[in-house]
Nanobody, 113 residues
């Protein structure tokens, strides 16, 4: 079955960086757009970034443009989210999603001094 396993979250100070990873299995990874969402306490789940199957096209929510970079390694069935210049408002559970369904369990990112 489809599995998506995120890692790389943690506690970081404002201005710091983190790199999230999502390892996929159970489907042909290179055929699907992959997405990173986030959900903060009391807020709706938000699409943060998407990447096309070949990695040639990416999209970001306005609030992270210029700070976050989504990438993928189809040989490793892995999608990444590089997060730089982190702000307290980036605090959330970050969740990997395969287009058309299947969510990971999420990884907590906390930005605080």
């Amino acid at each position: 079955q489809v599995q998506l396993v995120e890692s790389g979250g943690g506690l970081v100070q404002p201005g710091g960086s983190l790199r999230l990873s999502c390892v996929a299995s159970g489907f042909t990874f290179s055929s699907y757009t992959m997405n990173w969402y986030r959900q903060a306490p009391g807020k709706e789940r938000e699409l943060v970034a998407s990447i096309s199957p070949t990695g040639g096209n990416t999209n970001y929510v306005n609030s992270v443009k210029g700070r976050f970079t989504i990438s993928r390694d189809n040989a490793k069935n892995t999608v990444y989210l590089q997060m730089n210049s982190l702000k307290p408002e980036d605090t959330a559970v970050y969740i990997c999603k395969k287009s058309g369904g299947s969510w990971g369990q999420g990884t907590q990112v906390t930005v605080s001094s």
